[in-house]
């Protein structure tokens, strides 16, 4: 993962800012407060005349020889400082090659996968980038010529970007909101499958990622041989890297197929005796341990447990709300071991995890679905889920592992994959009985089936879902929670709505990380940013975000 950074001021000529200090160096050191994104190399452009700043933090895994941004067209008109992976990067120097009509030796030969963005505005135009680019990413582009910029992130926002506005009314852009908080008085997200193109001053993002699903209930019956198809192919274009690679392996479902798909994969490139390395996090004794470990041995992976206690946990809860930009109870207890787990894969020289997030929005995988009224209603909570991911786990995958300059990519939020996953009618999606066994609503259902052959272990492939924090071991939410609540007296949760009327928190441990996120990020439009991820209530389901707070949990190992 990158970090990318921009500053468009509304008039260079009176920059109260740069008063003091020149646009470069301003730019440059706002960006050092998210250089954890990008280890590598800091890359800045600066357009005095125009009052433009590029910055790139660089985490290099793909042309690491030639990819240093920000990328300058040939006659340095246009800018890019851009952030994350273009998996069709090849298919698209292929159309514009054949559209130069280029010869071997004047072929467009991309400097790395992020190249493509400005080689395709400036042959095709803003539209045909748009509708063709595939992959997780978040760009900032300036067009010298035109005095116009181009703003881009993926359609689910699986790569994090934050805007704000200073006092003079400038426009400023960052991969994490900590870059912009000491000078924006407005901070927002920059909303997932939106864009912008033209003038700073007429800045508003507009969609472009319209899917039907999010539209009309979806009719389509599931094909299981397409379902597994476009993930082995969504797996396939993730493997796509030039350094040294692994994957997440919690045990649960989705990262197990996705470390055995990987695995078939990269034997059919570098022979049977590869193995993928692995990993697993959790207290001694946590459930997940026996079946990760499990799918290790299936898949014959290099396989590595981290094992952290409940104490050493607490001591990084400061540092993780800071790292998330975030008080949501969930992210901050599923942060911390994610948090702690890419500290210790990048100590290995891995620059690049695979790992299965998306898969319980996309197929309604939390226990709490189990409870939803009708089939309709289960739709359009798996659509509001999958709207919101990146408030939630795309957030805490992305910048937990970015905190250590590792880049984390997610198969299953592979756009093909999502949009026809989605398009599946609601009634093949729920929750359905389990026929190879005990007979009980089992969640995923079609994406076990579509797998059920010589993918993963039986035990593993019909394992109830585990959700993260618990599957580390039920003690570590059981501490969290205990711990945070006894810093909050009853007299300062009492008055939490006087201190806090933006999304009041509604426990002493939710209260506690707010107030933490307060003394991080003291602005009313940061705590805004913020969207808390709770279960139905209306369904009858607990307010706990745990797993184990649902009816159709099963004990695991404690």
């Known amino acids: 993962m990158c970090g990318i950074f921009a500053i468009l001021l509304k008039?260079?000529?009176?920059?109260?800012?740069?008063?003091?200090?020149?646009?470069?160096?301003?730019?440059?050191?706002?960006?050092?407060?998210?250089?954890?994104?990008?280890?590598?190399?800091?890359?800045?452009?600066?357009?005095?005349?125009?009052?433009?700043?590029?910055?790139h933090e660089r985490h290099s895994v793909l042309g690491v020889k030639t990819g240093r941004q920000p990328f300058l067209s040939q006659d340095g008109s246009v800018q890019l400082t851009a952030?994350?992976?273009?998996?069709?990067?090849?298919?698209?120097?292929?159309?514009?090659?054949?559209?130069?009509?280029?010869?071997?030796?004047?072929?467009?030969?991309?400097?790395?996968?992020?190249?493509?963005?400005?080689?395709?505005?400036?042959?095709?135009?803003v539209d045909a980038l748009i509708e063709t680019i595939r992959g997780m990413f978040a760009f900032v582009l300036y067009d010298r010529k035109s005095d116009n910029m181009l703003v881009a992130r993926d359609p689910i926002g699986i790569?994090?970007?934050?805007?704000?506005?200073?006092?003079?009314?400038?426009?400023?852009?960052?991969?994490?909101?900590?870059?912009?908080?000491?000078?924006?008085?407005?901070?927002?997200?920059?909303?997932?499958?939106?864009?912008?193109?033209?003038?700073?001053?007429?800045?508003?993002?507009?969609?472009?990622y319209n899917p039907q699903w999010a539209l009309e209930m979806p009719q389509t019956p599931v094909d299981?041989?397409?379902?597994?198809?476009?993930?082995?192919?969504?797996?396939?274009?993730?493997?796509?890297?030039?350094?040294?690679?692994?994957?997440?392996?919690?045990?649960?479902?989705?990262?197990?197929?996705?470390?055995?798909?990987?695995?078939?994969?990269?034997?059919?490139?570098?022979?049977?005796?590869?193995?993928?390395k692995t990993y697993s996090v959790?207290?001694?004794?946590?459930?997940?341990f026996e079946y990760s470990n499990m799918v290790a041995e299936y898949i014959n992976s290099d396989h590595?447990?981290?094992?952290?206690?409940?104490?050493?946990?607490?001591n990084y809860i400061r540092e993780v709300i800071y790292h998330m930009e975030t008080y949501d109870i969930t992210t901050v207890r599923c942060s911390i071991p994610m948090y702690l787990l890419s500290r210790f894969i990048k100590s290995e020289g891995i620059k690049m995890v695979l790992s299965g997030e998306g898969a319980d929005e996309l197929f309604g995988g939390y226990l709490y679905f189990h409870?939803?009224?009708?089939?309709?209603?289960?739709?359009?909570?798996?659509?509001?889920?999958?709207?919101?991911?990146?408030?939630?786990?795309?957030?805490?995958?992305?910048?937990?592992t970015a905190a250590w300059g590792l880049e984390l990519r997610v198969p299953f939020l592979d756009t093909d994959f999502v949009n026809y996953t989605m398009n599946?009618?609601?009634?093949?999606?729920?929750?359905?009985?389990?026929?190879?066994?005990?007979?009980?609503?089992?969640?995923?259902?079609?994406?076990?089936?579509?797998?059920?052959?010589?993918?993963?272990?039986?035990?593993?492939?019909?394992?109830?879902?585990?959700q993260f924090s618990d599957g580390v071991g039920y003690s570590w939410i059981d501490t969290i929670t205990e711990y945070a609540a006894s810093k909050i007296s009853e007299a300062e949760f009492q008055a939490a709505a006087q201190r806090f009327p933006i999304n009041t928190p509604t426990t002493r441990e939710a209260y506690y990380y707010r107030k933490v996120f307060e003394e991080l990020f003291p602005r009313d439009s940061c705590a805004s940013t913020v969207h808390r991820w709770i279960p139905r209530t209306d369904w009858g389901c607990s307010a706990d975000p745990s797993g184990r707070k649902q009816v159709a949990h099963v004990d695991g190992t404690v």
């Open 159 to 208: 790569i994090p970007m934050y805007y704000g506005t200073d006092c003079d009314g400038s426009l400023w852009f960052a991969s994490e909101m900590k870059s912009l908080v000491e000078n924006c008085d407005d901070i927002q997200v920059f909303p997932p499958g939106h864009m912008f193109y033209g003038k700073r001053d007429k800045f508003l993002p507009v969609k472009y």
């Open 371 to 400: 409870q939803a009224p009708s089939t309709e209603e289960f739709h359009k909570e798996t659509v509001m889920r999958v709207q919101n991911l990146h408030y939630s786990d795309c957030l805490r995958a992305n910048k937990s």
């Open 224 to 276: 299981l041989g397409v379902l597994r198809n476009l993930l082995e192919d969504a797996v396939i274009s993730h493997l796509q890297c030039d350094v040294p690679l692994g994957a997440l392996l919690s045990g649960g479902l989705d990262s197990s197929l996705i470390a055995s798909i990987a695995t078939k994969v990269m034997r059919k490139r570098h022979g049977q005796q590869y193995r993928l």
């Open 424 to 466: 599946i009618r609601p009634e093949d999606r729920t929750p359905q009985t389990k026929i190879n066994g005990k007979v009980q609503p089992m969640e995923k259902y079609i994406l076990r089936k579509a797998f059920d052959n010589d993918y993963l272990p039986n035990k593993v492939l019909w394992r109830q879902k585990e």
């Open 304 to 314: 590595t447990d981290v094992y952290f206690t409940a104490d050493e946990g607490l």
């Open 282 to 288: 959790g207290l001694i004794g946590g459930p997940d």
């Open 11 to 55: 008039d260079p000529r009176e920059c109260q800012r740069c008063s003091n200090e020149s646009l470069r160096e301003l730019a440059f050191r706002q960006s050092k407060k998210q250089r954890h994104r990008g280890p590598d190399y800091t890359g800045i452009t600066v357009d005095s005349t125009n009052g433009v700043a590029l910055v």
């Open 83 to 125: 952030n994350g992976e273009i998996y069709n990067y090849l298919q698209m120097a292929k159309q514009l090659n054949e559209a130069l009509e280029s010869d071997d030796q004047t072929a467009f030969v991309p400097r790395s996968d992020c190249d493509v963005i400005m080689a395709f505005y400036e042959t095709f135009g």
